[in-house]
């Protein structure tokens, strides 16, 4: 058994839940996606792979998730939150072109030096923190530039 099918049972069973054939298609479909998803896309991939599977259940079966520590909702994106697997995957943060979507992820230590000294000057201990910056990527600044000089 893959280990974040145990620690989604574990959490499961500790709530009083059931560990169902549709929950266990939503978390393998998640863990199948190599980036970031929204529900609707995430309802697309299985409602052609699987029928009968509802958007409800896959919209109830997210909080769960996210209770579990196997993903997070990372930002919104044209009002749709965003989503990523965080079990297993090194902390990044992201940048998010607001004209195409596209999502770049990044690491900086200098960020993370940062957040650790504001942390240690008032005494707070972190848990986690979500850095996301919005704007235009560089291949849409250029194709805005470009519409512009026509």
Do not use: W
Not at 4 to 23: C, H, M, N, S, V
Not at 89 to 114: A, N, Q, T, W
Not at 116 to 143: A, M, S
């Amino acid at each position: 058994m893959i280990k974040q099918e145990l620690i989604f049972r574990d959490y499961l069973r500790a709530k009083g839940l059931k560990f169902t054939p549709e929950r266990r298609m939503v978390l393998e479909e998640i863990f199948s996606f190599s980036g970031h998803f929204d529900v609707e896309a995430l309802y697309d991939k299985l409602r052609h792979r699987v029928g009968g599977l509802s958007l409800a259940t896959i919209y109830r079966t997210m909080p769960l998730l996210i209770k579990a520590g196997l993903i997070k909702e990372v930002m919104r994106c044209q009002n749709r939150p965003q989503y990523e697997r965080c079990f297993g995957s090194p902390h990044h943060d992201h940048l998010i072109c607001i004209k195409c979507g596209r999502v770049f992820e990044f690491r900086e230590e200098e960020i993370e030096r940062l957040q650790d000294k504001v942390c240690q000057r008032f005494g707070f201990r972190p848990i986690e923190h979500r850095l996301g910056i919005k704007g235009y990527c560089k291949n849409c600044q250029i194709k805005e530039r470009n519409s512009r000089n026509v």
